[in-house]
């Protein structure tokens, strides 16, 4: 029977041969991933990506090549610590063929969003930073890699969309941007003044310093297009850079409401009419309004 002296001694002599190697290997595994971590970045900044799509296609492919980086590193580096502890790597890549054929129908749904995640990548469709709507959810795109998408929402919610359940998607700031205008107008305005008044608002909109490199295109008027049960709604929209829709749409607002309300033109709001109905002599029965205090 092995004394525990004998034993002590074992385990000393197995870590001082082995035990320091392996520690240098989970040394230069944490050195690695840092260097893959902070040079990736650098490696792409350094390519010559100027206007904001190329940069978001910069920072998409950032974030996937540094998750196959990682990837890569901590597969060398359990092989390398297998090596060390003198397990043959043979046995256990043919026993995990056999394990896979056993969870392969478990696993279909991991090969499905990373097959997935990889031909998203290749038709450029999501770049971290565009505004998308996936399988129902909308969102900022802050995390995008070969297994999922990461949306985060207006109301900082965070949504973890597998790449597998991605089939239909709709990216809201790629190349430009549009927003569209329903103005309302009472049925009593004289719709061409307010068509004017809106290409008016459009042009002070793009002189002011703070709007005018956003907006790409004149305010297109598309004319009256509808009318409704108490307005007369025109149609119009505007073109801008990706993500500035959004801004520009509520400037132009405002400053609309505050020229409306210079000109006194209406901008209707549901109404009311409460009708009593009448009795055989045609008299409107009073209305009798109790108020509890």
């Keep these: 029977m092995i004394k525990l002296e004998e034993m002590l001694k074992i385990i000393l002599e197995w870590a001082m041969d082995h035990g320091i190697r392996m520690l240098f290997i989970l040394v230069l595994t944490i050195i690695a991933l840092f260097i893959a971590k902070v040079l990736t970045p650098r490696i792409f900044k350094s390519l010559p990506f100027k206007d904001e799509e190329q940069i978001k296609r910069r920072k998409t492919l950032t974030s996937v090549f540094q998750f196959i980086f990682q990837l890569i590193i901590i597969t060398i580096a359990i092989i390398t610590i297998l090596s060390e502890l003198k397990i043959e790597i043979g046995p256990i890549i043919a026993a995990a063929g056999i394990l896979g054929l056993a969870v ?79 103005i309302g107008v009472a049925y009593r305005e004289n719709v061409d003044e307010v068509m004017d008044i809106m290409r008016q608002v459009d042009a002070e909109i793009r002189e002011d310093p703070n709007f005018k490199d956003d907006i790409l295109e004149p305010l297109e008027i598309m004319g009256l297009d509808k009318f409704g049960d108490s307005a007369v709604v025109i149609k119009a929209r505007t073109t801008t850079k990706p993500i500035k829709q959004w801004r520009i749409g509520r400037e132009f607002k405002r400053r609309l409401k505050i020229q409306f309300d210079e000109k006194g033109i209406e901008i209707p709001y549901p109404h009311l009419t409460l009708y009593m109905g009448k009795d055989k002599e045609n008299q409107s029965p009073p209305l009798n309004i109790t108020i509890d205090k």
């Excluded at 998308?132 to 965070?158: F, H, P, Q």
């Excluded at 991605?166 to 700031?173: A, E, H, K, L, Y």
């Design 104 to 182: 392969g129908f478990g696993a279909q749904s991991l090969v499905k969003d990373i097959i997935s995640g990889f031909f998203i990548l290749l038709a450029d469709q999501v770049r971290i930073g565009d505004v998308v709507e996936i399988a129902g959810k909308s969102g900022s795109v802050e995390g995008l890699n070969l297994r999922m998408v990461t949306l985060r929402d207006l109301s900082g919610n965070v949504h973890y969309i597998p790449n597998g359940e991605i089939t239909v998607v709709t990216n809201m700031t790629k190349g430009y941007s549009r927003y569209v205008f329903e």
